[in-house]
């Protein structure tokens, strides 16, 4: 089954760190770019970052200097390492194609809580 799973999430206070990770199952994944998106409470899902086939990336202006998007295209990962958290940031977090025409069905997923 072709799918993104998201791992990596938690609650750390403002000014911390997180390092999510996306696992693909199936092939295809270097092909394609990989974007970042996020759910905050009652708001829909957003786009967050991505990065292309050739590792160009482009963020969302507010999280752009704090966030860093990668993929190891050999092992069929992607990460979104998060830096300087703030409580707005505060969302589900998602991956998936960085192409909205490409979009496989969501993954489930990991909470991100920022909070003192």
């Known amino acids: 089954q072709v799918q993104f799973v998201e791992s990596g999430g938690g609650l750390v206070q403002p000014g911390g760190s997180l390092r999510l990770s996306c696992t693909f199952s199936?092939?295809?994944?270097?092909?394609?770019?990989l974007g970042w998106y996020r759910q905050a409470p009652g708001k829909e899902r957003e786009f967050v970052a991505s990065i292309s086939s050739t590792g160009v990336t482009n963020y969302k202006p507010s999280v752009r200097n704090r966030f860093s998007v990668s993929r190891d295209n050999a092992k069929n990962m992607g990460y979104l390492q998060m830096n300087n958290l703030k409580p707005e940031d505060t969302a589900v977090y998602y991956c998936?194609?960085?192409?909205?025409?490409?979009?496989?069905?969501w993954g489930q997923g990991t909470q991100g809580t920022i909070s003192s």
């Open positions: 199936g092939s295809g994944f270097s092909v394609y770019p």
């Open positions: 998936n194609r960085g192409n909205r025409n490409l979009w496989l069905p």
